[in-house]
């Protein structure tokens, strides 16, 4: 296989040369904000620890600079774009820059959040700079549509991957923290500054690595199931469990009932509960049933 030539990457004159050529001007309502330094690109792919043989699953790849990184060190790379404009032309981007590698890139002309399958072989990492305004609910489906995934790592809004990695008790821990350890370890890997992007985003960056859980949660509960527990408990996250989960439960005393089976303290709040004790709630649903038979 031979390497990529040294400048086949894209810096900030390639971007707005690609982007005026285009007709294309970054839309705040997609989150776009093109990575413009190949040094970036580099150290996010190194993060990743992307090998040789991995299969790359890109989340909005814009104009294609994280991509050519990305083809750079792995075995090969599907792109997913909702653009129409820039789903257009990354192919052409790749062809003029890595020829070499073009035959290993693919691309999905689509919304991440209405993608269920992949061309090719089932990837094994996910690396993406994701729009801020969309980046959990993306991730989430990612992780949890393609189980092949074992490595993920993020680029996103600092203060959501503050609360992506964020351990219990911490008073940014909430829903994206839970669901997201559902299926992975999860760490802040990293900060990303304003001027590395076009146009410079108001917000700091932030890196989060995600590592797939090598074993699933252990519960009987169905994901479905934990996570309505999850959403009920954050909806109301200054309530304590009893009162927060009332309406998940359909009274305080059947929710209090519940959280007394699975071991967890009626006047716990939500911010303090590990995932696999919001598993063990849903899995004791089943005594609110008991409660509401037996008339206590």
Request: zero cysteines; a neutral charge; proline letters at 7%.
């Amino acid at each position: 296989m031979s390497s990529p030539t040294p400048d086949a990457l894209l810096g900030p004159a390639d971007i707005r040369e690609l982007a005026a050529a285009l007709g294309v001007r970054p839309t705040k309502q997609r989150g776009q904000n093109f990575v413009i330094d190949a040094n970036t690109v580099r150290r996010i792919v190194r993060t990743a620890e992307v090998r040789p043989d991995d299969v790359v699953v890109e989340v909005g790849p814009g104009l294609g600079s994280l991509t050519l990184a990305l083809l750079e060190a792995a075995d090969r790379v599907t792109a997913v774009e909702i653009d129409d404009v820039l789903a257009a032309a990354l192919p052409a981007t790749v062809g003029a820059r890595m020829p070499e590698r073009a035959e290993r890139f693919a691309l999905v002309h689509s919304d991440a959040m209405h993608v269920t399958e992949l061309p090719g072989p089932a990837p094994t990492a996910l690396v993406a700079n994701l729009p801020y305004n969309v980046a959990v609910p993306v991730l989430l489906h990612m992780l949890d549509t393609f189980p092949s995934i074992e490595r993920t790592l993020v680029m996103v809004q600092s203060e959501v991957a503050d609360r992506l990695a964020a351990a219990p008790g911490n008073k940014v821990y909430g829903v994206p923290s839970v669901k997201a350890n559902w299926y992975a370890e999860v760490k802040r890997a990293g900060a990303i500054g304003r001027n590395v992007f076009w146009p410079a985003p108001n917000v700091d960056s932030g890196l989060v690595s995600l590592v797939r859980r090598a074993e699933p949660i252990k519960t009987t509960a169905s994901k479905r199931e934990v996570f309505a527990v999850v959403d009920a408990a954050f909806a109301q996250r200054r309530k304590t469990l009893r009162a927060a989960l009332a309406g998940w439960a359909g009274s305080a005393a059947a929710a209090e009932a519940a959280l007394v089976a699975a071991g967890v303290s009626p006047q716990a709040r939500g911010e303090s509960l590990t995932v696999e004790e919001f598993a063990r709630i849903a899995e004791h649903k089943d005594a609110i049933t008991r409660h509401e038979e037996s008339g206590t």
